[in-house]
């Protein structure tokens, strides 16, 4: 990652590093090792991603409630290891669970933008994922799908917390199948995963 | 330290729901703050324009989230002014029970959101499992868990489910028994009495003159409520007293505001169980939907010029609906509804109260006025 | 070794130095005799006509006999290094369990439940297919055995079983595979994954070092703790001197990590992580001081020793300095900044505290840093007064006519270790208790505790210890008033202590603890 | 029993507040019966013009005791009648609340016995209405001075409705963004909702169809 930006006083060889790392990665590629340690850590780094989702600590409306109701004792969403995080560096899911207004649009967009790769966004009850029982209003924004890309939608107004629940499992199943890939290589032929219809 | 600005930004876990508090800091100490709402403010007034009489109590639930019931009835109770609607008894004491059980899941979620405010995570998970008792009642009512869309203009639609009574009374008398357990673990512990008590001191008349009412006021030491003071529903049938706090010379502060929504959890707990005794007709006989008995008939059209208004004594506070009539489709929708909300008026009262404390106060005060930001911005 | 310390089969620090010098011995002698002087000549090619010859560059067989007291430490202090580390670090894994499903059974739920059967079991019916084929020269096929053999005999083959895992809150998988165990692991692997960010205008060189110099010195902690008689990294003479230094040189590394960030929350979180951690060093320290005074050293293991032995002092220190006791657990959660010292990292108002800009692995590095740092305190707590690697009542059971010989064996075979470990997790189950039950104290309040209740009580801890030491000592075991005395006494004084209620504030209704925020808020004192 | 203020009382006090404001010129109160559910409640109705609305607003406060201003209401009648095109309610209420005694350092909490409650203690709800003729830029005295509590209530009606307040210190958006451009006052009639006049967008359930042009942008 050669970023220029880098205003580091310490010893800086970059030069260096970047022709071993070449050097090495071509002998690694070339005696098939790389192809053993990538399959073996996928699966491990995998497992590791999609049974430690950490939602963003942000509640927006009634969904909010459901997603707390979902952490507290009865649905206790921690089994899966859910477990919510105030700050949006140290959050893999960005549970949107509320209309997006417009004076709320940029502050959630720098929130999404504030998350480390990979990172998912899922849109939990009608509000979020069509502006719900406000599409007519002035000041909603018809979806948050509109400003960010969304991995999962769970219907509902408020949908249930087994929903949201099973909505997590979705993910989960969605981080098996494809991978913890960053949110921008994700391949175009994703089509929403709508809890419910199949 | 030079004063600066803190923004507590739109997502904050002090803020129970999307606002941002502009506090400015000087070392530890807040020295000015500045509200900034309407982020989540969806136009509920301008829809509820194009929407008729029974659609718009879907909307009046999900104002305040957490207490749903409380502000759908408050939305009937105006409309019923508006179409000059006679409510039979039965289905005012179903009211009055659905409204009281409300009103404990809705302090619940308070002590539940009040709890982590101030460090204790425990107490959140234990509120939510009552809480869970609450709505399941209340689900029983109204068929979801949180927005019931229970009460029609002129009654309620259905009569209590088959056993409800016994149900009810019996998750009523353990909740009763189960708010030890919250003052054994805020009361009895000092480090909750220091961190509440002498902060954020408010005055009865200081607060009237702001237009905070409610517990907030009650916390005071002044028994003024809109349930006896501009009285609707049948609470002159039943055996109550709003619960009143002794509090210190200075005013009230956030320990004061505690004990008065612990105490109020009672008083409403005992109000239900009275509802269910005194229910004309019994508690256990069972009416079809629509029944005259708990559904009186409702003209569906508000002619022009005609107005209602009504006063409600919400959880957090006096929420009043004012509705125009006359509105389009010959008079099915209103012209005009109006919603106050207490949240959207004791909020700049709370951010004024924080001045002269530490930033690790500001939680412990916003907390305690129990802010809701769905009804603050409509 | 100054003072023979008591006996243990798992003596790891004998056997590593027995093996370093049984090896160098070898060495020295498998090498080549003294009258080969090695000289190395480098034929002529087209560059260099004639040969070049190198005189003798070394002669091995003198030289290493120099040099080999020096490479024998070096050896065995690795060997002894690399023990501990994986020691401490295997041992510390239940820490972060204990956490989740203690606290999850105080809040009446299950905590996490993911079991190393997740890796082959899949999510609900979606696996990753046949995974174990893409591996080359055929090394898949065993794992594909292994993994269907998994999933016929536990995995999700059974379609029983796949029921649905929201509502069927007995789901968890066996008790053997410890559900929630592996929930750390899966955390960390997570953590290992994540895009690194650096705040554009943070103080990039500082943001980086911060960390480091947390984990640096929190690791560098556990060179100095035994975990049994024979099982330490390093053993110097003032072992407790040196660790307790150590021990407070992270929150240099907090407040580093609060500054970099450019964040007004994180600056604030870091002000008062230095203020919270100078205000509570002193207590710590005059208590540890107290311990050492009473035992009559400062090394860690003769500490332990003198509680421990029979000719010495044979009675734990909690029992002969109770206030202590108390003093070293509170001043530890501060120390470690757990709740209710937690303003540094409040949820509330400083959305994260001081580290709301980290996230990714030095995130993850720094949060295991903190339970790294909680794992060390309650370690040490058990040390101190707990007496270490002692069973409890071990000398009197043993003594015991007919059971006696039972326990005599017990207490030989398990090593000094395991006691260890089960008073230091149990302790830590404590921390967690107190974490659940307490609410967050303000930082001025925590400043002023630390300074007006905290360090008078240690210094009267210190003169206790003196007196006890110099006085009521005199050279073999405490007879046995002295520490139920103590014991006793101290037992008093916190039941009169705990009766907080005011009477006359009560029956007048008054409030018992009404402070003003502007003036000093401390508990206690009845003011409207 | 349950304690509630008697009706009669109620009324009687309204009455007399209603007789003592009629004297002000430029107003009329008379005391209307409001019904919501089973209880009737007298209601002291009031219209008053613009100009003498400051002059009552100072005299309901100092003199009758009305300490709280509950809600302040603008209403946009584009078809009404000629000098009635605005309309702002303001709704008041009488709630007679002192600060409760301190005797010897403590606090007595003032216990209203409802049943026994008399005088200027009864509390009364007011409802008045000032309306303005057709103007580009309608606006009344403000009262953020004497209520605190309609400081925002104002601030809220002119961002919602248009209404301006003379005199209000702060003015500014408080529910809509920031950049919402100056004229625009969602609440006032000639605004529609999104959909207004796709009726038949109910019939299509998705409605995909009929999004408007500019779907999916903020605006």
Same mark, same amino acid.
């Given at each position: 990652?050669?970023?220029?930006?880098?205003?580091?006083?310490?010893?800086?060889?970059?030069?260096?590093?970047?022709?071993?790392?070449?050097v090495?990665?071509?002998?690694?590629?070339?005696?098939?090792?790389k192809?053993?340690i990538g399959?073996?850590?996928?699966?491990?780094f995998?497992?590791?991603?999609?049974?430690?989702?950490?939602?963003?600590?942000?509640g927006?409306?009634?969904?909010?409630?459901?997603?707390?109701a979902?952490?507290?004792?009865?649905?206790?969403a921690?089994?899966?290891?859910?477990?919510?995080?105030?700050s949006?560096?140290?959050?893999?899911?960005?549970l949107?669970?509320?209309?997006?207004?417009k004076?709320?649009?940029?502050?959630?967009?720098?929130?999404?933008?504030?998350?480390?790769?990979p990172?998912?966004?899922?849109?939990m009850?009608?509000?979020?994922i069509?502006?719900g029982p406000?599409?007519?209003?002035?000041?909603?924004?018809e979806g948050?799908?509109?400003?960010?890309?969304?991995d999962?939608?769970?219907?509902?107004?408020?949908?249930?917390?087994?929903?949201?629940?099973?909505g997590?499992?979705?993910?989960?199943?969605?981080?098996?199948?494809i991978?913890?890939?960053?949110?921008?290589?994700?391949?175009?032929?994703?089509?929403p995963?709508?809890?419910?219809?199949? | 330290?030079?004063e600066?600005?803190?923004?507590m930004? *739109?997502?904050? *876990?002090m803020?129970?729901?999307?606002w941002t508090?502009?506090?400015?800091?000087d070392?530890?100490?807040?020295?000015?703050?500045?509200p900034?709402?309407?982020?989540?403010?969806?136009?509920?007034?301008?829809?509820?324009?194009a929407?008729d009489?029974?659609?718009?109590t879907?909307?009046?639930?999900?104002?305040?989230?957490a207490?749903?019931?409380?502000?759908?009835h408050s939305?009937?109770?105006?409309a019923?002014?508006?179409?000059?609607?006679?409510?039979?008894?039965?289905?005012? $004491?179903?009211?009055?029970?659905?409204?009281?059980?409300?009103r404990i899941?809705?302090?619940?979620?308070?002590?539940?959101a009040?709890?982590?405010?101030?460090?204790n995570l425990?107490?959140m998970v =234990?509120?939510l499992?009552?809480?869970?008792? !609450?709505?399941?009642?209340?689900?029983?009512?109204?068929?979801?868990r949180m927005? $019931?869309?229970?009460?029609?203009?002129g009654?309620v639609?259905?009569d209590? *489910?088959?056993?409800?009574?016994?149900?009810a009374r019996?998750?009523?008398?353990?909740?009763l028994?189960?708010?030890?357990?919250?003052?054994?673990?805020?009361?009895?512990?000092?480090?909750?009495?220091?961190?509440s008590?002498?902060?954020g001191?408010?005055?009865p008349?200081e !607060?009237?003159?702001?237009g905070?009412?409610g517990p907030?006021?009650?916390?005071?030491?002044v028994?003024?409520?809109?349930? =006896?003071?501009?009285p609707?529903?049948? $609470?002159?049938?039943l055996? =109550?007293?709003?619960?009143?706090?002794?509090s210190?010379?200075?005013g009230a502060?956030?320990?004061?505001?505690?004990r008065v929504?612990?105490?109020?959890?009672?008083?409403?707990?005992?109000?239900?169980l009275?509802?269910?005794d005194?229910?004309p007709?019994?508690?256990d006989?069972?009416?079809?939907?629509?029944d005259?008995?708990?559904?009186?008939?409702?003209?569906a059209?508000?002619?022009?010029?005609?107005?209602?208004?009504?006063?409600?004594?919400?959880?957090?506070?006096?929420? !009043?609906? $004012?509705i125009a009539?006359?509105?389009?489709?010959?008079?099915?929708?209103?012209?005009?509804?109006?919603?106050?909300?207490?949240?959207f008026?004791?909020?700049?009262?709370?951010?004024?109260? !924080?001045?002269?404390?530490k930033?690790a106060?500001?939680?412990?005060?916003?907390?305690s006025?129990?802010p809701c930001i769905?009804?603050?911005?409509? | 070794m100054?003072?023979?310390?008591?006996?243990?089969?798992?003596?790891i620090?004998g056997w590593?130095?027995?093996l370093t010098?049984?090896?160098?011995?070898n060495?020295?002698?498998i090498?080549p005799?003294?009258?080969?002087?090695m000289?190395? #000549?480098i034929?002529?090619?087209?560059?260099w006509?004639e040969?070049?010859?190198?005189?003798?560059?070394f002669?091995? +067989?003198?030289?290493?006999?120099?040099? %080999?007291?020096?490479l024998?430490?070096f050896?065995?202090?690795?060997i002894?290094?690399?023990v501990?580390?994986?020691?401490m670090?295997?041992?510390? &894994?239940?820490?972060p369990?204990?956490?989740?499903k203690?606290?999850?059974?105080?809040?009446?739920?299950?905590?996490?439940?993911?079991?190393?059967?997740?890796?082959?079991?899949?999510?609900?019916?979606?696996?990753?297919?046949?995974?174990?084929? +893409?591996?080359?020269?055929g090394?898949?096929?065993?794992i594909?055995w292994?993994?269907?053999?998994?999933?016929?005999y536990?995995g999700?083959s059974?379609?029983?079983?796949?029921?649905?895992?929201?509502?069927?809150?007995?789901?968890h998988?066996?008790w053997?595979l410890?559900?929630?165990?592996?929930?750390?692991f899966?955390?960390?692997?997570?953590?290992?994954?994540k895009?690194?960010i650096?705040?554009?205008?943070?103080?990039?060189?500082?943001?980086e070092?911060?960390?480091?110099?947390?984990?640096?010195?929190?690791?560098?902690v556990?060179a100095?703790?035994p975990?049994?008689?024979?099982?330490?990294?390093?053993?110097?003479?003032?072992s407790?001197?040196?660790?307790?230094?150590?021990?407070?040189?992270a929150?240099l590394g907090?407040?580093f990590?609060?500054?970099?960030?450019?964040?007004?929350y994180?600056l604030?979180g870091?002000?008062?992580?230095?203020?919270?951690?100078?205000?509570?060093e002193?207590?710590?320290?005059?208590?540890?001081?107290?311990?050492?005074?009473?035992?009559?050293?400062?090394?860690?293991?003769?500490?332990v020793?003198?509680?421990?032995?029979q000719?010495e002092?044979n009675v734990?220190?909690?029992f002969?300095?109770?206030?202590?006791?108390a003093?070293?657990?509170?001043t530890?959660?501060a120390?470690?900044?757990?709740?209710?010292?937690?303003?540094?990292?409040?949820?509330?108002?400083?959305?994260?505290?001081?580290?709301t800009?980290?996230?990714?692995i030095?995130?993850?590095?720094?949060?295991?840093a903190?339970?790294?740092?909680?794992?060390?305190?309650?370690i040490?707590f058990a040390?101190?007064?707990?007496?270490?690697?002692?069973a409890?009542?071990?000398h009197?059971l043993?003594?015991l006519?007919?059971?006696?010989? #039972?326990f005599?064996?017990?207490?030989?075979?398990?090593p000094?270790?395991v006691?260890?470990?089960?008073?230091?997790?149990?302790l830590f189950a404590?921390?967690?208790?107190?974490?659940?039950? &307490?609410?967050?104290?303000r930082?001025?309040?925590i400043?002023?505790?630390g300074?007006r209740?905290l360090l008078?009580?240690?210094?009267?801890?210190?003169?206790?210890?003196?007196?006890?030491?110099?006085?009521?000592?005199?050279?073999?075991p405490?007879?046995?008033?002295?520490?139920?005395a103590l014991?006793?006494a101290?037992?008093?004084?916190?039941v009169?202590?705990a009766?907080d209620?005011?009477?006359?504030?009560l029956?007048? %209704?008054?409030?018992?603890?009404?402070?003003?925020?502007?003036?000093?808020?401390s508990?206690?004192?009845?003011?409207? | 029993?349950?304690?509630?203020?008697?009706?009669?009382?109620?009324?009687?006090?309204?009455?007399?507040?209603?007789?003592?404001i009629?004297?002000?010129?430029?107003?009329?109160?008379?005391?209307?019966e409001?019904?919501?559910?089973?209880?009737?409640?007298?209601?002291v109705?009031?219209?008053?013009?613009?100009?003498?609305?400051?002059?009552?607003?100072?005299?309901?406060?100092s003199?009758h005791?009305?300490?709280?201003?509950?809600?302040v209401?603008?209403v946009?009648?584009?078809?009404?009648?000629?000098d009635?095109k605005?309309?702002?309610v303001?709704?008041l209420?009488?709630?007679g609340?002192?600060?409760?005694?301190?005797?010897?350092?403590?606090v007595?909490?003032?216990?209203?016995?409802?049943?026994?409650?008399?005088?200027?203690g009864?509390?009364?709800?007011?409802?008045?209405?000032?309306?303005l003729?057709e103007?580009r830029?309608?606006?009344?005295?403000?009262?953020?001075?004497i209520?605190v509590g309609?400081?925002w209530?104002?601030?809220e009606?002119?961002d919602?409705?248009g209404?301006?307040?003379d005199?209000?210190?702060?003015?500014?958006?408080?529910?809509?963004?920031?950049?919402?451009?100056?004229?625009?006052h969602?609440?006032?009639?000639?605004?529609h909702l999104?959909?207004?006049?796709?009726q038949?967008?109910?019939?299509?359930?998705q409605?995909?169809m009929r999004?408007?042009a500019?779907?999916?942008?903020?605006?």
């Amino acid at each position: 990652m050669a970023d220029e930006g880098q205003n580091y006083s310490m010893f800086n060889s970059r030069m260096l590093v970047d022709v071993v790392g070449d050097v090495t990665d071509e002998a690694l590629k070339a005696s098939r090792i790389k192809d053993i340690i990538g399959v073996l850590a996928g699966r491990v780094f995998n497992w590791g991603q999609r049974k430690s989702l950490f939602p963003l600590h942000l509640g927006i409306k009634c969904c909010a409630l459901e997603m707390a109701a979902a952490g507290a004792s009865r649905f206790d969403a921690e089994r899966f290891g859910v477990f919510f995080r105030s700050s949006p560096r140290q959050c893999d899911v960005l549970l949107v669970n509320g209309p997006i207004s417009k004076k709320f649009a940029d502050p959630i967009v720098r929130l999404w933008e504030q998350m480390p790769e990979p990172k998912w966004c899922i849109a939990m009850g009608e509000c979020s994922i069509s502006g719900g029982p406000y599409f007519q209003s002035y000041n909603i924004l018809e979806g948050v799908d509109t400003i960010i890309p969304v991995d999962v939608y769970i219907p509902g107004c408020p949908p249930r917390p087994e929903a949201l629940i099973d909505g997590f499992d979705k993910l989960r199943q969605k981080i098996i199948r494809i991978g913890a890939v960053p949110s921008d290589a994700r391949p175009e032929t994703e089509a929403p995963l709508i809890i419910g219809d199949e | 330290m030079a004063e600066m600005w803190i923004s507590m930004g *739109p997502q904050h *876990p002090m803020t129970h729901g999307l606002w941002t508090l502009k506090v400015k800091v000087d070392g530890e100490t807040v020295v000015d703050t500045e509200p900034d709402l309407g982020y989540i403010h969806r136009g509920v007034e301008k829809i509820c324009e194009a929407r008729d009489f029974t659609q718009i109590t879907t909307y009046c639930d999900r104002l305040c989230y957490a207490s749903a019931n409380t502000w759908s009835h408050s939305y009937i109770y105006a409309a019923e002014d508006l179409l000059e609607v006679e409510v039979p008894e039965r289905a005012e $004491y179903i009211r009055l029970m659905a409204i009281e059980i409300q009103r404990i899941a809705s302090h619940l979620m308070w002590l539940g959101a009040y709890g982590p405010d101030i460090g204790n995570l425990s107490v959140m998970v =234990w509120c939510l499992r009552e809480r869970e008792m !609450m709505m399941d009642l209340l689900q029983e009512l109204g068929g979801s868990r949180m927005h $019931y869309n229970f009460p029609r203009v002129g009654g309620v639609k259905r009569d209590l *489910p088959h056993g409800f009574a016994q149900r009810a009374r019996a998750k009523l008398k353990l909740f009763l028994n189960r708010i030890q357990e919250y003052e054994a673990l805020f009361d009895e512990s000092t480090v909750f009495l220091v961190r509440s008590q002498g902060v954020g001191y408010a005055k009865p008349e200081e !607060m009237v003159n702001h237009g905070v009412t409610g517990p907030n006021l009650r916390a005071g030491g002044v028994n003024y409520d809109i349930r =006896w003071a501009h009285p609707y529903s049948v $609470y002159s049938e039943l055996d =109550w007293e709003p619960p009143v706090e002794r509090s210190s010379i200075k005013g009230a502060d956030c320990y004061d505001r505690y004990r008065v929504r612990v105490e109020e959890m009672r008083v409403s707990a005992s109000l239900a169980l009275q509802a269910l005794d005194k229910m004309p007709g019994g508690a256990d006989t069972h009416h079809e939907p629509g029944d005259p008995m708990i559904l009186a008939k409702a003209p569906a059209r508000a002619p022009e010029g005609t107005t209602g208004a009504h006063h409600f004594e919400d959880s957090r506070g006096e929420s !009043m609906f $004012y509705i125009a009539g006359g509105g389009e489709s010959r008079g099915k929708q209103p012209y005009r509804v109006s919603i106050r909300s207490p949240i959207f008026i004791t909020i700049p009262f709370a951010a004024k109260c !924080m001045i002269g404390y530490k930033v690790a106060d500001i939680p412990a005060i916003m907390g305690s006025f129990d802010p809701c930001i769905g009804e603050t911005d409509r | 070794m100054i003072h023979m310390a008591s006996g243990d089969w798992l003596n790891i620090v004998g056997w590593s130095e027995s093996l370093t010098s049984w090896s160098m011995d070898n060495v020295h002698d498998i090498l080549p005799s003294n009258d080969i002087d090695m000289q190395v #000549t480098i034929p002529s090619t087209w560059a260099w006509p004639e040969p070049i010859t190198m005189g003798p560059i070394f002669n091995l +067989q003198q030289g290493f006999a120099s040099i %080999q007291p020096a490479l024998e430490s070096f050896m065995h202090a690795t060997i002894m290094c690399t023990v501990v580390f994986t020691v401490m670090m295997l041992t510390m &894994l239940a820490i972060p369990y204990i956490e989740r499903k203690f606290i999850g059974r105080l809040m009446d739920r299950l905590g996490a439940t993911t079991t190393m059967r997740s890796l082959w079991v899949g999510e609900s019916g979606v696996t990753a297919g046949e995974w174990w084929k +893409q591996l080359p020269f055929g090394m898949g096929i065993p794992i594909g055995w292994v993994v269907n053999l998994l999933n016929s005999y536990w995995g999700n083959s059974h379609e029983l079983e796949t029921v649905s895992r929201v509502n069927n809150r007995s789901y968890h998988g066996y008790w053997f595979l410890l559900p929630g165990f592996f929930q750390a692991f899966a955390d960390f692997m997570k953590f290992a994954t994540k895009e690194h960010i650096v705040p554009k205008n943070a103080d990039k060189v500082v943001f980086e070092t911060a960390p480091v110099i947390i984990l640096a010195t929190t690791i560098m902690v556990f060179a100095f703790v035994p975990f049994g008689p024979h099982i330490y990294a390093a053993n110097p003479e003032l072992s407790l001197l040196f660790m307790m230094a150590i021990f407070g040189v992270a929150p240099l590394g907090v407040f580093f990590a609060g500054w970099a960030s450019n964040n007004k929350y994180t600056l604030i979180g870091g002000m008062r992580s230095a203020a919270q951690l100078t205000a509570y060093e002193i207590p710590l320290l005059i208590t540890v001081l107290g311990v050492a005074v009473l035992s009559g050293s400062f090394n860690i293991i003769e500490i332990v020793d003198f509680q421990m032995g029979q000719n010495e002092g044979n009675v734990w220190n909690i029992f002969l300095l109770p206030l202590g006791a108390a003093l070293f657990l509170i001043t530890m959660i501060a120390e470690v900044e757990r709740i209710p010292f937690d303003m540094p990292e409040a949820e509330a108002e400083l959305v994260e505290g001081w580290w709301t800009e980290y996230g990714g692995i030095r995130w993850g590095l720094m949060f295991a840093a903190e339970y790294m740092r909680s794992y060390a305190a309650c370690i040490l707590f058990a040390l101190f007064f707990l007496g270490g690697w002692e069973a409890p009542f071990q000398h009197t059971l043993a003594g015991l006519p007919i059971v006696g010989g #039972t326990f005599e064996t017990v207490f030989t075979v398990v090593p000094g270790l395991v006691w260890v470990l089960i008073k230091a997790w149990l302790l830590f189950a404590v921390f967690v208790w107190i974490r659940a039950s &307490l609410h967050r104290v303000r930082t001025d309040q925590i400043l002023e505790f630390g300074w007006r209740y905290l360090l008078p009580l240690s210094v009267v801890n210190l003169v206790v210890a003196t007196i006890l030491r110099l006085e009521v000592w005199t050279g073999e075991p405490w007879d046995l008033w002295v520490p139920v005395a103590l014991t006793l006494a101290a037992l008093v004084l916190f039941v009169i202590l705990a009766i907080d209620e005011d009477e006359e504030a009560l029956e007048v %209704q008054r409030r018992p603890y009404s402070t003003q925020a502007v003036v000093k808020a401390s508990p206690g004192s009845h003011r409207d | 029993m349950g304690k509630i203020v008697p009706i009669k009382t109620q009324r009687a006090e309204a009455d007399k507040l209603a007789a003592a404001i009629s004297e002000i010129d430029g107003v009329e109160a008379e005391v209307a019966e409001r019904v919501s559910g089973t209880n009737p409640r007298p209601v002291v109705l009031g219209n008053s013009s613009p100009e003498s609305w400051r002059t009552l607003a100072e005299k309901l406060h100092s003199e009758h005791g009305v300490d709280y201003c509950s809600m302040v209401t603008g209403v946009h009648w584009p078809e009404g009648d000629e000098d009635k095109k605005w309309e702002i309610v303001y709704h008041l209420m009488r709630t007679g609340i002192r600060n409760p005694p301190i005797e010897d350092g403590l606090v007595q909490p003032v216990i209203v016995d409802p049943s026994t409650v008399r005088g200027s203690g009864t509390p009364l709800e007011l409802e008045l209405h000032v309306y303005l003729p057709e103007t580009r830029t309608p606006s009344v005295d403000s009262v953020q001075d004497i209520w605190v509590g309609a400081d925002w209530n104002e601030k809220e009606t002119w961002d919602l409705v248009g209404i301006d307040f003379d005199g209000h210190q702060g003015m500014r958006r408080v529910l809509q963004p920031h950049e919402t451009p100056k004229g625009f006052h969602p609440l006032q009639k000639q605004h529609h909702l999104r959909y207004h006049d796709f009726q038949d967008m109910y019939d299509d359930s998705q409605g995909f169809m009929r999004k408007p042009a500019d779907a999916g942008k903020i605006k």
